[in-house]
């Protein structure tokens, strides 16, 4: 069965730097839509950054031109590279993939997700 695995979150400062993984398993990343979503408690997830079988990608005002998106098909690996990160990226980080390209920015269209790694800025 398909599993998500999300890493490379952490504690930084205001102003850094880190990279989030997501090794899939049983699944090709170039299958569908797969996307980078987050949580604060309290808040509803929300999608931030989105990436479609053909590479096509979409990003979330608030992470626009600050956070990357991409992947790579031979590691299964998915990935989210966020630069000059703010106090209020700090959340849950959850990785999600769809069995088909489509709204990639509708979470109603992943299958699958991580349990999410956390990413803390201050």
């Known amino acids: 069965h398909v599993q998500l695995v999300e890493s490379g979150g952490g504690s930084v400062q205001t102003g850094g730097s880190l990279r989030l993984s997501c090794v899939a398993s049983?699944?090709?990343?170039?299958?569908?839509?797969m996307g980078w979503f987050r949580q604060v408690p309290g808040k509803e997830r929300e999608g931030i950054a989105v990436i479609d079988s053909d590479d096509t990608t979409s990003y979330a005002d608030s992470v626009k031109g600050r956070f990357t998106i991409s992947k790579d098909n031979a590691k299964f690996t998915m990935y989210l590279r966020m630069n000059t990160l703010k106090p209020e990226d700090t959340a849950m980080y959850y990785c999600a993939a769809a069995d088909a390209a489509g709204d990639c920015g509708s979470m109603s269209e992943y299958q699958y997700w991580g349990q999410g790694t956390q990413v803390t800025v201050s």
């Open positions: 049983a699944y090709t990343v170039s299958r569908g839509c």
